[in-house]
Structure formats: C-alpha cells, structure tokens
C-alpha cells in the first residue's frame, strides 16, 4: 500500500523495499545511548509502525537518515515511510548527513562532539569538502585545514581549539575500536573514559592504551631536551672572561668594543628620529673615554 502524501511514500514490510545501507554512511552517526536505543523502541512498539519517515537518498536508493528506525521495523517487522531526497554527489549527501544530525535538539555533548570531529576530519583530509584538487603542497594542506576549522566552527558556532580538539576526538575512537570495540558506546554515554583519556590512550601502544581506559594514568612523555643556544658571548669567550689572564681578558674586552661599534655602525641615524641628539652625546662621550684610555695605554697619559 502506497500513499503519496506529502511527497513521502509509506511502504509495508518488504525486503525488496528496504533502503540499502552504506557502511560509510553509517559509521558517520554516533551511535545512541541505551537509554535512547530503549525509548525509541518503545515509542514505535506504541504507534505499532515508524512513524517518522526514513531519508533515502533517491538517485542510490542509500539511506541517509533513520537507521536506528530501519533496524528496529526489520526486528519487529513494522511499516515505515520514506522520504526520498535527491543529491547530486556522495558529498552532497554526506554533507547533508552531517547538518542532519548538528540541528538534532536530543544528541548529548558526547555525541555532537563525534559528530563534529568526524565532520571537521573529513572536511580537512584529501577528498573531503574542504579540499580541492591540487593540494600536494604542504603550504595549501595547511591553508586547507586552517579554511576546515573556521567552516565548521562556523557551522556548529564553537571556538577554532574546541573543533580541533573534538577532530582529535574523533579520531582517537577510530584508533582504539582495536583495542576495545565497545569505546564508540562508551564514549557517548559519558560513563565511559574521559576525553583526554581516550586521546592519550590512541597515542599509547595496545597494552598501555587498555590501562589507560581502565582509569590508569598515561606514562609521562620524555622531555625533549633544547640545544643550547649558542650566543655571542659563547663563541667569543665573554663568559669566562674573569678566568683569563689579563692580556686575554683585555682582547676580550677589545673584541667586545669592536663587535658593539659594528652593530652601531649598522644603525641608520636617520631612523633614531627625536633620540638621534641624545645618542650622538651618548657616543661623544664614550670616545672621549676611550681617547683618555688609549693614551693611558700607548702611555701618552701626563
């Protein structure tokens, strides 16, 4: 029995009508609580059938929207709608998925924050919407990326650090589905690891990853050391200046006149501006002291 009402067509339990699902497709939603999964059910068992139409996307008979309601008509053997809408690419249709599920009022934080780095991760990678073809350059990566953060920050009205760090989110969970199959579930319901925990535990091996998401705390990361910074001082010797003898510490001392004189004499006057006086009666009396030495020295001193 069809009705075409509303451009939505109701169609009785049948195999052959079901909407295909897309294991891509599927994988972008988080999965629901059990608490939702139940009282889902339990509205449906009431109405006797799926009362909100499920969204296919028409060209590829692919299901877009309601496959928790798909799964729960073909174990009861219930009736559903569809609603069929028309994209022009695979894209289209994700991206329609996506905004789907952002304007959903009963998601939990837990949820949209995987929803949100799903999104941002495939919007930043090589494929995704925020790409276009040519971007072999590290340079256009970045700009491509840094054009991803501030599109779904946009999108979902968060800040730049808050979309990057649920990306990282996101990814994290894809990693430890190895390690523990069930952390998607336990994420969501927000009984489960923390966020940081499931970060840090998809950057541990297989072993510590399982301790960490069993409450223990991730191992220290070593500090990298710095390189000393060589400076001037270092490769003149003006630090172990007092240590020397004195015909080496007077070299020292010249060297460190002569090095003060070169950067001087690279200052354009011109640029001093209203300080230009001061620094030339700054520099006229500093020769004067210098004169009064070198006269000492070469022993002209009266």
């Given at each position: ?95 329609w998925i996506f905004a789907n599920q952002r304007d959903r009022r009963n998601l939990t934080p837990d949820q949209l924050a995987l929803v949100m780095g799903r999104h941002y991760n495939r919007t ?175 022993g002209d001193a009266k």
């Open positions: 029995m069809n009705d075409q009402s509303m451009g939505r067509t109701e169609r009785t339990v049948n195999p052959s009508a079901y909407p295909l699902v897309d294991p891509e497709f599927a994988a972008l939603l988080p999965p629901l609580t059990s608490d939702q999964k139940a009282g889902l059910e339990k509205l449906i068992v009431a109405a006797g059938r799926i009362t909100h139409p499920l969204a296919v996307w028409a060209e590829e008979r692919l299901l877009v929207d309601g496959h928790n309601r798909l799964e729960i008509a073909t174990r009861l053997g219930l009736g559903f709608r569809t609603e069929e809408l028309s994209f022009p690419s695979r894209e289209a249709a994700i991206e930043k990678k090589p494929g995704g919407s925020g790409w276009r073809k040519g971007h072999d350059d590290q340079n256009e990566r970045r700009a491509a990326e840094g054009s991803a953060d501030e599109r779904i920050a946009e999108k979902y009205g968060v800040s730049l650090p808050t979309v990057r760090r649920n990306g990282r989110l996101a990814a994290a969970v894809e990693t430890l589905k190895a390690v523990d199959p069930e952390i998607e579930q336990k994420v969501v319901t927000g009984k489960g690891p923390t966020r940081k925990a499931v970060i840090a535990a998809a950057e541990a091996g297989p072993e510590e990853a399982k301790a960490i998401l069993a409450g223990a705390s991730p191992a220290p990361k070593p500090k990298r050391e710095k390189a000393a910074k060589e400076t001037l001082a270092d490769r003149r010797g003006f630090k172990r200046l007092p240590l020397r003898e004195a015909s080496e510490r007077a070299e020292a001392a010249v060297m460190m006149l002569e090095t003060a004189l070169e950067g001087i004499g690279d200052i354009n006057p011109e640029r001093l501006n209203g300080e230009r006086q001061a620094f030339a009666e700054r520099l006229c009396k500093a020769a004067h002291s210098l004169n009064r030495m070198t006269k000492a020295w070469k």
